[in-house]
C-alpha cells in the first residue's frame, strides 16, 4: 500500500495516534475512554487510521540488554563497486542488524547493530568489510528513544 501524506488529522486521531504510541497494548476500552468516544467509534477511527497508513503496525519496545546484547554500534556502509545488493542482502540476512536506512551521500547504508561482545562485532564487520567500507561507532547512550514526529 502506497502511504501519501496525510497532514488532516483532527485532534481525535491525535489522542489515538498518541495513546498508541505510548501503549500499543492499550485495549480497545482504555483507547475510547482517552479519546473521549465510544468503544465502536474509537474502533472505527482506528480502522480508518491503518486504511489511510497511518498507523500501520502495534509493536513492542525490546530493551536488546535484557537479552544479551550489551553493545550496540551504528554502521556507516559504503559499498564496493558493483556490490550494492550483495552488501544488502548481507545486511538483511544479519539478524543482529536490527535497523538499516538507505541513505544518499559518501555511505549507502547507516544500520544500528546489537552484540553480545566485541568479538562478535569484529565477525559480523568482517562480513560485511569483503564488500564494503564501513565506519562504526559505538552506542553510549540513546537521549532520544524513536518518538512520533510532531502530529500538529
Request: net charge negative; hydrophobic share 40%; aromatic share 2%.
Amino acid at each position: 500500500m502506497s502511504v501519501q501524506p496525510n497532514n488532516d488529522l483532527d485532534d481525535i486521531d491525535r489522542r489515538i495516534v498518541e495513546a498508541l504510541a505510548a501503549d500499543a497494548r492499550m485495549s480497545l476500552k482504555e483507547l475510547a475512554q482517552t479519546a473521549g468516544l465510544s468503544s465502536p467509534s474509537a474502533g472505527e477511527r482506528l480502522r480508518r487510521l491503518e486504511e489511510r497508513g497511518v498507523i500501520s503496525a502495534f509493536t513492542v519496545d525490546i530493551d536488546p540488554t535484557a537479552l544479551g546484547y550489551p553493545l550496540q554500534a551504528i554502521v556507516r556502509v559504503r559499498p564496493l563497486p558493483g556490490q550494492l545488493h550483495v552488501v544488502e542482502r548481507i545486511i538483511q540476512e544479519t539478524p543482529e542488524f536490527v535497523e538499516c536506512d538507505k541513505v544518499t551521500g559518501d555511505d549507502c547504508f547507516v544500520a544500528r547493530l546489537v552484540v553480545r561482545s566485541m568479538a562478535q562485532l569484529d565477525t559480523i564487520l568482517d562480513k560485511v568489510a569483503e564488500k564494503a567500507e564501513t565506519s562504526t561507532s559505538m552506542v553510549k547512550a540513546s537521549p532520544v528513544k524513536r518518538r512520533l514526529p510532531p502530529l500538529s
